[in-house]
């Protein structure tokens, strides 16, 4: 029981260089920046109350607290804002604002605990909110800003590790949160897979048809995609064989570039084939995070932890 | 190491629970007879996860707040078992001389577009006639600030036929189910549902 303690322990906290960190803050600060960017001219129509918007807000945030009467929305803080004298119009351009400024925060590492926090929580807030117009991207978006702001920042490549010389001791942690992240990516595909084997659709190709017709994502010309329709069988027994197989070949060294590769080159094609660009910003985001440091990068052998240990001579 | 544990048994169970749905409503692999095992087990796993309990039971409202605030209160079943076929509204604006012109929801980008795509979806799939009716009648109300002077609105719902491949090789197109109309006037009256099923 001892041994089996120890050997949990450290599957869970393993010694680990903060590159997977950097790489998580800064993609994610670029997708908060790109979702904030891409949403600009609807953010106020997406997300205002009654009689102002495009689906009223209250009614959303009416059914949220059904379920949940504490989870975040963007009523509080439109509420606090009529308290000092703003308009719900002047409240919302100021979170789109502060949304953006914790974005690029995050990417240059600039208060980088502060504006995951705000990122995390200014994100969830309009996730909230608009639930009736929020889909996968924004679940996977919260995840990650969700691990982010409980993950031991700043780390060495943020601008509060060059200026500050803020050094946390808590490295443990380092490969705790990496560990907490490629697990629930494991989970994630595995039952994303197992799902889609369900389906006869995904052996015979049909469904990889149907989801390259279907408006919104009918980017290419079905009389294009008619050309290319041999491709189809092969590319949904893929998918299906990537997303189910990915907790299983992700861990061993010999197959995991292959599997990471192939991922990300899936989600690339759901991006440029479907229009989904901050989908497939995200996973791929999540997935470099979590399983790309020390194998599609040079692997950093000396830790925070390591390096900030006194030497020790005889 | 409590936390992580739970953690990740509210991933895995939530995913489980979906994963049952799926089976209980979708067409799968599986034959039909598995179904009503996959129902009773997709009950078991609800009710260990609370989702049995009064909505206003603190356990149940606890969870659901960590589940909202960690991002896994749904399960992972993307475009799962199979792709479903999208829908569409469209609004017929009547003017007082006569005059009929046709809208669609509007958005500036095309980020927003895949939101509202998203929106009619769930317009299409809520099993709730009331709440179907109240985000058409918020949708047809942003198409009247738009259009002041309309005079009447008719909302018209109908979900997207996608043809399978083989079809679409034979000429076969997309087409269109109509399933609801609404009709709004600027009174404050309830709509007129006209709905086809």
Redesign the interface.
Same mark, same amino acid.
């Given at each position: 029981m001892q041994a089996l303690k120890k050997r949990l322990s450290e599957f869970?906290f393993p010694t680990e260089s903060d590159a997977w960190l950097s790489i998580l803050r800064i993609g994610l600060g670029f997708q908060i920046t790109l979702?904030a960017l #891409?949403?600009?001219?609807?953010w106020n129509?997406?997300f205002a109350g009654a009689?102002g918007?495009?689906?009223?807000r209250d009614?959303a945030e009416a059914l949220?607290s @059904?379920? #949940?009467?504490? $989870?975040?929305r963007l009523g509080w803080l439109v509420a606090v804002g009529a308290q000092v004298g703003l308009r719900e119009e002047t409240v919302l351009s100021i979170l789109w604002i502060c949304l953006l400024v914790a974005g690029c925060g995050l990417m240059a590492g600039i208060f980088s605990r502060t504006c995951a926090i705000l990122a995390w929580f200014l994100h969830?807030c309009a996730a909230?909110s608009?639930g009736?117009?929020?889909?996968?991207v924004?679940?996977?978006?919260? @995840?990650g800003l969700?691990y982010l702001m409980l993950s031991p920042l700043p780390d060495r490549y943020s601008l509060d590790w060059q200026f500050l010389k803020s050094q946390p001791e808590d490295s443990p942690f380092l490969g705790f949160w990496r560990r907490?992240l490629q697990?629930?990516l494991c $989970?994630?595909?595995f039952? #994303?897979g197992?799902?889609?084997?369900?389906?006869? &659709?995904?052996w015979d190709?049909?469904?990889i048809?149907?989801?390259l @017709?279907?408006?919104?994502f009918n980017v290419i010309d079905?009389e294009m995609l008619?050309r290319w329709?041999y491709l189809?069988p092969v590319a949904g027994v893929l998918i299906c064989l990537l997303e189910i197989g990915y907790p299983f070949f992700i861990w061993s060294d010999k197959t995991r570039k292959i599997w990471l590769i192939c991922i990300c080159v899936m989600h690339v094609s759901i991006g440029l084939t479907m &229009?989904?660009y901050?989908f497939a910003l995200i996973m791929i985001i999540l997935n470099v995070a979590a399983f790309g440091p020390g194998l599609l990068f040079c692997k950093t052998e000396l830790t925070r932890f390591q390096r900030t240990q006194p030497a020790i001579i005889d | 190491?409590a936390w /992580?544990g739970l953690? /990740?048994l509210l !991933? !895995?169970s939530f995913?489980?629970r979906?994963?049952l749905w *799926?089976?209980t409503h979708?067409?799968? !692999? /599986?034959p039909s007879s598995f179904k009503s095992y996959s129902q009773k087990a997709e009950g078991v796993v609800s009710a260990l996860l609370g989702q049995r309990l009064a =909505?206003s039971n603190p356990v149940r409202?606890a969870l659901?707040?960590y589940l909202? !605030? =960690?991002?896994?209160?749904?399960?992972?079943?993307? /475009?799962?078992? +199979?792709?479903p076929?999208?829908y569409?509204l469209v609004f017929e604006l009547h003017y007082p001389d006569g005059r009929i012109e046709y809208e669609l929801?509007r958005? +500036?980008?095309? =980020?927003?577009?895949?939101?509202?795509?998203? *929106?009619l979806d769930?317009i299409g799939r809520t099993p709730y006639d009331a709440l179907r009716e109240? *985000?058409v009648k918020?949708?047809a109300?942003?198409i009247w600030r738009q259009h002041p002077e309309v005079k009447t609105i008719r909302a018209v719902f109908g979900a997207?036929k *996608?043809?399978?491949?083989s079809e679409?090789?034979h000429g076969k197109r997309?087409s269109y189910d109509f399933l609801y109309a609404y009709d709004f006037s600027l009174r404050e009256e309830p709509a007129e549902p006209e709905v086809v099923k």
């Open positions: 869970l979702y #891409s949403l600009r001219n609807d129509y997406l009689g918007g495009l689906v009223n009614l949220l @059904i379920e #949940s009467r504490f $989870a975040p969830l909230k608009g009736f117009t929020s889909y996968g924004d679940n996977f978006m919260t @995840i969700f907490v697990l629930h $989970a994630t595909y039952f #994303s197992l799902t889609k084997c369900l389906g006869s &659709g995904w190709g049909s469904n048809w149907r989801s @017709i279907r408006p919104p079905p008619v329709n189809f &229009g989904m901050l | 190491m /992580f953690h /990740f !991933i !895995i995913s489980l979906d994963t *799926l089976v979708g067409p799968t !692999i /599986f =909505a409202q659901a707040t909202h !605030i =960690a991002g896994i209160e749904t399960g992972y079943g993307y /475009f799962a078992p +199979n792709v076929g999208s569409k929801p958005v +500036n980008s095309t =980020a927003a577009g895949l939101r509202v795509a998203g *929106l769930k109240l *985000l918020t949708l109300q942003s997207t *996608l043809p399978s491949l679409f090789e997309e």
